[in-house]
Nanobody, 117 residues
Framework: QVQLVESGGGLVQAGGSLRLSCAAS????????MGWYRQAPGKQRELVAV???????NYADFVKGRFTISREDAKNTVYLQMNSLKPEDTAVYYC???????????WGQGTQVTVSS
């Protein structure tokens, strides 16, 4: 089993920065990729960024150049550095672990990010 715990959300003014953290525990070896997703009120959950076990990254177009996903293997933690935040970035941000061998993805509990104008 894999467990994910997110932290780092909060309230920030437009143009500001936040860093989200997602700490994984349990069967770490079963994780092939980790990603950040977000869900704004009344909208579907959407991919923000993903990082594979090999270190490849992929970003949604709306965050390219502003957000950076990274990981610290010694702490089994993935980060999302968010710069130049906009009010439209306001959402609940979720961490997800994609597992090998078709096992169900694991979601974190979510952390609220609110960007004021």
């Amino acid at each position: 089993q894999v467990q994910l715990v997110e932290s780092g959300g909060g309230l920030v003014q437009a143009g500001g920065s936040l860093r989200l953290s997602c700490a994984a525990s349990g069967s770490i070896f079963s994780i092939k990729a980790m990603g950040w997703y977000r869900q704004a009120p009344g909208k579907q959950r959407e991919l923000v960024a993903v990082i594979t076990r090999g270190g490849s990254t992929n970003y949604a177009d709306f965050v390219k150049g502003r957000f950076t996903i990274s990981r610290e293997d010694a702490k089994n933690t993935v980060y999302l550095q968010m710069n130049s935040l906009k009010p439209e970035d306001t959402a609940v941000y979720y961490c997800r672990a994609d597992l090998w061998y078709g096992a169900p993805n694991i979601w974190g509990q979510g952390t609220q990010v609110t960007v004021s104008s």
